[in-house]
């Protein structure tokens, strides 16, 4: 199976911050790669697909980007609403793995 | 609007069996691969099974395989997990997912179920 990291696995930041978390594969998945949200109690939700495409809905404060086994979560300003943790996964290979999840929470 | 409700999960004893259903509205189901993904109290989430819309095609995690099966009624918009063999690792919460794409060839998951938790213990 593909195993995923992240880091950091938490962070704190200021609102209005740039916010910047990564995630690697164990080996090349070139774009499949998927980013969700997901706050406390709650579901998923999808926000980034195919590394870099933005799902529809969400705010443009959210982007991805890389490919093969490099990749990079950013929120460009990081609001109040923003605080959950936050998973990429892929699906190069089934066993479809998520990574370990980054915290994020305010300052 | 896409809808999915879990429904099955509760105590169970360790080597027991349990089967969970996820109702599905609002889509086409049958047009739709489907998945489980599961999450353990205060763990990240783990990617558990998949089929492919016309139920031709599935794969498991290997944590999983050979104890559960995952199947589908796209007569009644239906999705199915039967787990056997219940450990007490297999304690989470259950999401049933859509995916974006009939065949398990792009696993973009673009709507969730609320979860069914699941625990096992004596």
């Known amino acids: 199976d593909i195993q995923m990291t992240q880091s950091p696995s938490s962070l704190s930041a200021s609102v209005g911050d740039r916010v910047t978390i990564t995630c690697q594969a164990s080996?090349?998945?070139?774009?499949?790669l998927n980013w969700y949200q997901q706050k406390p109690g709650k579901a998923p939700k999808l926000l980034i697909y195919d590394a870099s495409n933005l799902e529809t809905g969400v705010p443009s404060r959210f982007s991805g980007s890389g490919s093969g086994t490099d990749f990079t979560f950013t929120i460009s300003s990081l609001q109040p609403e923003d605080i959950a943790t936050y998973y990429c996964q892929q699906y190069d290979n089934p066993g479809f793995t998520f990574g370990p999840g980054t915290k994020v929470d305010i300052k | 609007e896409v809808q999915l409700v879990e429904s099955g999960g509760g105590l169970v004893q360790p080597g027991g069996s349990l089967r969970l259903s996820c109702a599905a509205s609002?889509?086409?189901?049958?047009?739709?691969?489907m998945s489980w993904v599961r999450q353990a109290p205060g763990k990240g989430l783990e990617w558990v099974s998949a089929i492919s819309g016309s139920g031709g095609s599935t794969y498991y995690a290997d944590s999983v395989k050979g104890r559960f099966t995952i199947s589908r009624d796209n007569s009644k918009n239906t999705l199915y997990l039967q787990m056997n063999s219940l450990r007490a690792e297999d304690t989470a919460v259950y999401y049933c997912?859509?995916?974006?794409?009939?065949?398990?060839?792009?696993?973009?998951?673009?709507?969730w179920g609320q979860g069914t938790l699941v625990t096992v213990s004596s």
């Open positions: 609002g889509f086409t189901f049958s047009s739709y691969a």
């Open positions: 080996q090349d998945i070139s774009n499949y």
């Open positions: 997912a859509k995916a974006t794409e009939e065949l398990i060839v792009v696993v973009i998951y673009d709507y």
